[in-house]
Each structure stands twice: as structure tokens, then as C-alpha cells.
């Protein structure tokens, strides 16, 4: 059977590819897997259809034959176990690998995300600029680690794997910031993932639908 995932039928990120079916899109064309996408409102993604695959109303889903999973980084970490070119073979390797995935969606992800929707959400409260200045700290913070940890390497560890596809679409979401200017090694890393043919692909993909909506 062919895999499913789903992905917002009106993405409220103007086709910048920052939604997380991005990554799923992306794990998938690296691993060279057909996939089909079925698209929901903001309305079915609360309705129970949706809620069973799931439980907290969001995307992607992904969906196999029996199998079905939410939560972005666990679908990559899926696919990339049981395909080739995201994990490396070598078993310390890969468990590097494995650590970076986490690193990526438990270290450096909260940060960035709550600065995102800070500007969004609070940008008119009093304590905006507080907010701001201390997300804006802690994400220095992170960068500052990974800048030192990155130097002048192609990618985090060796070759590309899944840790960095899912580092890099969590750091595309300071494009833009001075933050990121601040590092260019980290700058010219964002820039290689997203030159990966897959990544094109994918981001393809994934502007297509945001371009048929508003068309």
C-alpha cells in the first residue's frame, strides 16, 4: 500500500515550508518512497476521523498500510530505520544520529518555536520585548553550542542523516533573524539541507499546495 500522511489544506505558513509535514515529505524523498497526502482543514483536523490518527488535533499522520503515527520526528524516525541514506549502519553512528534527532526537537526547536509565536500572539502585550529578549537568549544559547559543535563541517556528524534533515527544518524558522546571521557556519548548514534534491522536492510539494489554494 501506498503511505499516506496528511497536511494542512491551508497551510498558515504561506508555503515557506515551515509546516512539519515538511519533514515528512523530506524523509521521504530522501528514502525514495512514494507517498500520497491527504489534505484537512483546520475544521476536520478536529473531528474524530482525524483525532484517532491524532489525539491532539494536529499534522502530519502518517499512515501504512495497519500502521498509523503521529508526531513528526517519531514518522522520520520511522522511516529512517527502515530505509536507507538517514541512519548510518555503523551502530555508534547511528545512535549520534538518533541523539541529534532529539537534540534538534527537544533542545533547539522550543526556543525558536515560542519566539515565532511570541511575535505572532504577544507582539501587543507589555511584556513583549521581555519575552522576546530572553526566548531570543536562550536561543543563543543553543546556537552558540551547535555553532562550536558544527565548525567547519559538512554536517553534524559524518555523513547526512536523519538529525540533520530534522535540525535544519527547525533553524529555517530563524531565516531572516539576525540570530542566525550571527552564525555563518550554521547559516551555510541550513543552506546545504536545503540544496539536497530531496529537500527541493519536497518543499516542491509542499508550496504546490499552498499556490492550488490560493490560485
Given amino acids: 500500500m501506498t503511505i499516506t500522511i496528511t497536511a494542512f489544506e491551508r497551510s498558515p505558513d504561506r508555503g515557506n515550508g515551515l509546516a512539519r509535514d515538511m519533514r515528512v515529505r523530506?524523509?521521504?524523498?530522501?528514502?525514495?518512497?512514494?507517498?500520497?497526502?491527504?489534505?484537512?482543514?483546520?475544521?476536520?483536523?478536529?473531528?474524530?476521523?482525524?483525532?484517532?490518527?491524532?489525539?491532539?488535533?494536529?499534522i502530519p499522520t502518517y499512515e501504512d498500510g495497519d500502521l498509523a503515527l503521529f508526531e513528526s520526528g517519531a514518522i522520520v524516525f520511522h522511516i529512517a530505520e527502515r530505509h536507507g541514506g538517514l541512519l548510518p549502519d555503523d551502530?555508534?553512528?547511528?545512535?549520534?544520529?538518533?541523539?541529534?534527532?532529539?537534540?534538534?526537537?527537544?533542545t533547539v526547536e522550543p526556543p525558536v518555536f515560542d519566539r515565532a509565536l511570541a511575535r505572532i500572539l504577544e507582539r501587543d502585550e507589555p511584556w513583549y520585548e521581555q519575552r522576546l529578549r530572553g526566548l531570543e537568549d536562550?536561543?543563543?544559547?543553543?546556537?552558540?553550542?551547535?555553532?562550536?559543535?558544527?565548525?567547519?563541517?559538512?554536517?553534524?556528524?559524518?555523513e547526512f542523516s536523519a538529525g540533520d534533515l530534522l535540525m535544519v527544518t527547525v533553524l529555517r524558522r530563524l531565516q531572516g533573524s539576525d540570530l542566525l546571521a550571527e552564525y555563518p557556519n550554521i547559516s551555510a548548514y541550513v543552506a546545504r539541507g536545503e540544496a539536497r534534491p530531496a529537500y527541493r522536492r519536497a518543499f516542491a510539494a509542499q508550496l504546490a499546495v499552498f499556490n492550488a489554494s490560493n490560485g
Fill in 138 to 158: 536562550s536561543i543563543r544559547k543553543r546556537l552558540d553550542g551547535l555553532s562550536h559543535r558544527l565548525g567547519d563541517a559538512e554536517w553534524l556528524d559524518g
Fill in 91 to 106: 551502530a555508534a553512528a547511528r545512535a549520534r544520529a538518533v541523539a541529534w534527532m532529539f537534540a534538534a526537537l527537544n
Fill in 26 to 58: 523530506w524523509a521521504l524523498e530522501e528514502a525514495g518512497l512514494p507517498y500520497e497526502v491527504r489534505l484537512v482543514s483546520f475544521k476536520t483536523m478536529k473531528e474524530p476521523a482525524h483525532l484517532a490518527l491524532q489525539p491532539f488535533g494536529q
